[in-house]
């Protein structure tokens, strides 16, 4: 990301999962849910897969995050319509700020060399035919 204009785009394709609330042992050490851990693992293997570019460092970033997550079955075709076409949005559990969590994770090491370098961000939840995490990392803009 060497200007304001650089991009990295990455979609990984599946059902998206949440990151889940640790969990903690005997011993008081916190650990991932195994589902979230599981899908952790499966984002962080594709995104590997797919960039190509330079772990980002020293720079401010951007990111945006699309979560498209399936549409439920025991609806109407009507309704199924409406959220195809982005008419109705999914409001229900989980939070997007759930998914963002575990994309920043899960991207650490990988794209960015630790998620504190993210100072813009945002995410969006909508349905589709095809689930996936779409992310988009931009040098976030000095604002005056």
């Known amino acids: ?23 903690f042992n005997r011993n008081g050490h916190a650990y991932d849910p195994r589902r ?3 899908y952790k693992r ?14 980002l460092r020293d720079k401010a970033l951007k990111v945006d995050v699309k979560v498209y997550r399936h549409v439920q079955r025991s609806i109407s075709k009507v309704e199924r319509g409406r959220r195809l ?10 939070d997007a700020s759930n998914y963002l969590k575990l994309v920043e994770d899960a991207l650490t090491g990988i794209v960015w060399e630790d998620d504190n370098l993210i ?13 996936r ?9 000095e604002e005056k």
Not at 5 to 17: F, S
Not at 85 to 93: A, M, S
Not at 119 to 131: A, F, L, N
């Open 1 to 23: 990301m060497e200007s304001t204009t650089a991009k990295t785009h990455l979609v990984i394709h599946g059902e998206p999962v949440p990151a889940g609330r640790p969990r």
């Open 119 to 131: 100072t813009d961000v945002s995410c969006h939840k909508y349905y589709s035919d095809e689930p």
């Open 42 to 55: 499966f984002f962080r293997q594709e995104a590997k897969m797919k960039y190509h570019g330079p772990i």
């Open 85 to 94: 076409r982005g008419e109705h949005r999914p409001i229900v559990k989980p």
């Open 133 to 141: 995490i779409e992310v988009t990392v931009t040098e976030a803009k």
């Open 36 to 38: 979230s851990r599981d």
